[in-house]
C-alpha cells in the first residue's frame, strides 16, 4: 500500500482549521517567535559584523604578508622586500580589492612635555585611503598627502598626554637595523580621532618614504596588507596569495592574526542558534498543547478512522502533518515580519543613548541589522526540527488510541 | 473469505471493583452471504461482540476466524488492514468525518486503499445514488439528518465492496421511515452483492428483516434461528 499522503494532507488542513481561533492564536505565537528569532540575530550579526569590520581596520586588512620572524619580533630587523614581479600580479586580480605596503616600528615619541611609545606607522596614504585604514576623522590639521610627506599624524588624545597640538614640533625615535638608536624632529600636520582612545594613543602615521629614510631602510617594508571584497571569504583566495608571496614569507588570513576577531563568527553562529532554541522551546508549550487539544477535541474521530482501517502510522503521520501545517504557516508570517520589519532599518538604527560604553568592543553608535538567507534557514530549521519532535509524542499518543475506548467516548 | 468462526469467546470488563462478564463462552458460526440480527437488551454484550469480530477489540480468550485469517494472531496494522479491506463498519452514530465531505467520506477508505481519484469518484457517485443521496455529495455531516448521515456511513461501508458489514444499533437514532429505508437498503445489498451483514439491535423492526435471529443476554448467546424474514424490502 503506498502512502495515501493526498488524504492525509486534506484531513490534516481542515482540522487545523476546525478550531480557526486556537489555530490563530498558535500561528502567531509562532510567528512572532520566529520574527524574534531572525531580528535579533540581525541585530547580532550586523553588531559583529561591525567589530569585525572595525578590528579589519585597525589590522589592517584581511591578509597580511611578513617576514617570517616578524610576528615574532615586530621590529625594522624583520622587515622585507616590497612586492615580488609575481607578488604583484596577485595582489591585482580578484578579489583583491586593494592593498598596501607599510612599515610598521615601535618607536617613541616626545614632545617638550613628555613621551610615550608608539607604533610608528609609514604609509602610503592613497593605497591605505582604499584599505580603509587610515583614521577617518581628522579634527585638526590635514591628512597626509604623499610617501614623501615629512609631517605626522597623531591622535587626539595622545596630542593631550603630550600637550602638543597642531603645527608643534615634535621628536621620533626608533632603532635601524644595526640597533642604533635613529631620530627626527618632525612636525604635527594632523590630529585624528578614532573610535577607540586607545588606538588614538598607539598609532602615529608618517608618510612611508620619510620612516624609510629615518630608519635607513631603503624601499623595504614591515608588511603588506590585503582586502578582498567579503571577509567571510578570506579562505578561499588568501592561499593563493601566500603561494605567489613564496615560503620565505608568512602569509596569514584575519582570523588567523587577530584569533579572537576570529572566533567571533563562529561564537555568533552559536549564540544565534541557542537563541532561536530558547525562544522556540518557549513557543514548544503551547505548540503541544494546541496538539494536544487538538486530538483530545477528535478522540472519537480518531478511534472511527482506526475502526474503518487506518493504520496508527497514518494517524501519526496525520497529526505531525498538522503540527508541520501550523509550523511551516508560522514560518511563513515570521519571515515575511522580519524581512518586513528589517527593512526600513537598513539604513542603520541610532543606538548611542544606550551604547555608550559598547565603543570599547568596537562598536559604533549607528548599528547596521544584517539580515542573512543563513539566519532565516537556520531559524527554519530550528522550528521545523523541534516542533516536529515536540509534536510527536500528542502524535504517538494519538495513534495509540484504543479504538474501543475512543469510539465510546462522549 | 467472509466465513465467521469463533469459539469461546470470555470478555471481561473490570468497573468499580465489580467484574462485567460482557461475553461468556460465545460461539458461533455465519457463513458467507448471511443476513444475521444480534437482538437483546443493552448491556447483552452486542456491541462487544461486534468489536471482536471486526478485531477493534480483543476478547480475554477464545479464538476469532474470517475466512484464513485468526484475529488473534494478527497485529495492530494487520487488524486495521483487514478492516480496511474486508470489513465495512456501520455504527450507531458519529460515523463521519466531520471535516470531509459525503463524497470524499466514501471516498476515504478508498483513498487510503489507493484507488485511483478517476475510479474512486465514479463509485463513490454511484454507490451515493444507491442509497438515495444524489445531489447531496458535497455536504458537509452537518448538513445532513440523521439518516442520511447513516445512509452516507453505509455507502463508505459498501463502496470497496467488502464481504463484511458489522453494524451496530444502525437504526437506533433514525425515526421509523428512515430506519425503514435503511434496512432495505442493507437487504438489497445482501441479496444483489452478497454482502454479508451482522447488525446488532434491540429494536424490533430491525429483527423482522433478519433470516437468522440470534439473541443474547448477559454476554451469552441464549437463542440462535432462521427466520422467514417478513419485513421484506419492496
Ligand atoms: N469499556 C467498558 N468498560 C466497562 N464495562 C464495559 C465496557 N464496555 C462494555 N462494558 C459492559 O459490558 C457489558 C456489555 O456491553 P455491550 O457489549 O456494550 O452491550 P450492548 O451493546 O448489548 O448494549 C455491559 O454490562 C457494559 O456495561
Ligand atoms: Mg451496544
Not at chain 2, 437506533?172 to 444483489?192: I, P, Y
Request: proline share 4%.
Amino acid at each position: 500500500m503506498r502512502y495515501p499522503f493526498a488524504t492525509i494532507s486534506t484531513l490534516a488542513w481542515r482540522n487545523l482549521w476546525r478550531n480557526s481561533r486556537r489555530t490563530l492564536i498558535m500561528l502567531a505565537a509562532i510567528a512572532v517567535g520566529v520574527w524574534a528569532m531572525i531580528f535579533m540575530a540581525a541585530l547580532m550579526r550586523g553588531m559583529t559584523d561591525q567589530m569585525v569590520r572595525n578590528g579589519l581596520q585597525t589590522l589592517p586588512g584581511e591578509v597580511q604578508v611578513h617576514q617570517r620572524d616578524y610576528r615574532a619580533d615586530p621590529s625594522v630587523v624583520n622587515s622585507m622586500a616590497p612586492p615580488s614581479r609575481g607578488l604583484l600580479a596577485a595582489l591585482l586580480e580578484p578579489p583583491v580589492t586593494a592593498w598596501a605596503g607599510r612599515v610598521r616600528v615601535p618607536a617613541v615619541i616626545s614632545s617638550e612635555r613628555g613621551s610615550r611609545s608608539v607604533t610608528l606607522l609609514g604609509v602610503d596614504p592613497a593605497a591605505e585611503l582604499i584599505l580603509g585604514s587610515l583614521p577617518e576623522k581628522i579634527v585638526a590639521g590635514r591628512a597626509l598627502d604623499a610617501p614623501a610627506d615629512r609631517g605626522v599624524v597623531i591622535g587626539a588624545s595622545l596630542a593631550r598626554r603630550l600637550e602638543t597640538g597642531l603645527g608643534k614640533r615634535v621628536v621620533l625615535m626608533s632603532q635601524d637595523t644595526d640597533n642604533n638608536v635613529v631620530d627626527r624632529g618632525v612636525r604635527v600636520v594632523g590630529i585624528y580621532h578614532a573610535r577607540l582612545q586607545g588606538n588614538e594613543d598607539r598609532f602615529v602615521y608618517a608618510g612611508r618614504a620619510a620612516v624609510q629614510g629615518l630608519l635607513g631602510i631603503g624601499d623595504a617594508i614591515s608588511e603588506i596588507a590585503i582586502t578582498g571584497d567579503d571577509y567571510r571569504r578570506v579562505q578561499h583566495w588568501y592561499p593563493r596569495i601566500a603561494r605567489a608571496a613564496g615560503d620565505e614569507f608568512e602569509t596569514l588570513p584575519w582570523t588567523e592574526l587577530d584569533p579572537f576577531l576570529g572566533s567571533m563568527l563562529a561564537v555568533q553562529d552559536g549564540f544565534t542558534l541557542v537563541f532561536m532554541v530558547v525562544v522556540f522551546l518557549a513557543l514548544s508549550f503551547g505548540l503541544v498543547n494546541t496538539l494536544v487539544m487538538a486530538v483530545f477535541e477528535r478522540v472519537r474521530e480518531i478511534g472511527l478512522m482506526q475502526a474503518l482501517g487506518m493504520r496508527p502510522g497514518l494517524i501519526l503521520g496525520q497529526i505531525m502533518l498538522e503540527s508541520f501545517y501550523l509550523l511551516g504557516l508560522g514560518l511563513l508570517v515570521g519571515n515575511v515580519l522580519a524581512v518586513a520589519t528589517l527593512k526600513p532599518l537598513a539604513t542603520g538604527i541610532d543606538i548611542s543613548a544606550v551604547a555608550q560604553g559598547m565603543e570599547m568592543m568596537g562598536m559604533g553608535a549607528i548599528l547596521y541589522p544584517a539580515l542573512h538567507i543563513q539566519d532565516m534557514l537556520m531559524s527554519t530549521a530550528v522550528v521545523i526540527v523541534l516542533g516536529l519532535l515536540a509534536s510527536l509524542a500528542p502524535a504517538w499518543r494519538a495513534s495509540r488510541l484504543d479504538p474501543v475506548a475512543a469510539l465510546t467516548r462522549d | 473469505m467472509s466465513d465467521i468462526r469463533c469459539r469461546n469467546l470470555c470478555k471481561t470488563f473490570h468497573q468499580g471493583g465489580e467484574t462485567i462478564t460482557a461475553l461468556d463462552q460465545v460461539s458461533l458460526d455465519i457463513g458467507e452471504g448471511a443476513f444475521v440480527c444480534l437482538s437483546g437488551p443493552s448491556g447483552s454484550g452486542k456491541t462487544t461482540l461486534l468489536n471482536a469480530l471486526g478485531g477493534l477489540d480483543t476478547p480475554d480468550s477464545g479464538t476469532i476466524a474470517i475466512g484464513e485469517q485468526r484475529l488473534e494472531h494478527l497485529s495492530r496494522r494487520q487488524r486495521a488492514d483487514l478492516r480496511l479491506h474486508h470489513i465495512g463498519f456501520v455504527f450507531q452514530a458519529y460515523n463521519l468525518i466531520t471535516v470531509l465531505s459525503a463524497r470524499e467520506n466514501v471516498e476515504f477508505i478508498m483513498q487510503v486503499q489507493g484507488v485511483p481519484a478517476k475510479e474512486r469518484e465514479k463509485l463513490a457517485t454511484g454507490v451515493l445514488a444507491e442509497v438515495g443521496l444524489a445531489g447531496l455529495e458535497e455536504r458537509r455531516p452537518a448538513e445532513l439528518s440523521g439518516g442520511q448521515q447513516q445512509r452516507v456511513a453505509v455507502a463508505r461501508a459498501i463502496a470497496t465492496r467488502p464481504a463484511l458489514v458489522l453494524a451496530d444499533e444502525p437504526t437506533a437514532n433514525l425515526d421509523s421511515r428512515s430506519a425503514a429505508r435503511l434496512m432495505d437498503l442493507f437487504v438489497t445489498l445482501n441479496r444483489e452483492r452478497g454482502v454479508t451483514f451482522v447488525i446488532s439491535t434491540h429494536d424490533a423492526r430491525v429483527m423482522g428483516y433478519a433470516r437468522r435471529l440470534i439473541g443474547m443476554r448477559d454476554g451469552r448467546i441464549v437463542s440462535d434461528q432462521e427466520q422467514q424474514p417478513h419485513a421484506m424490502a419492496i
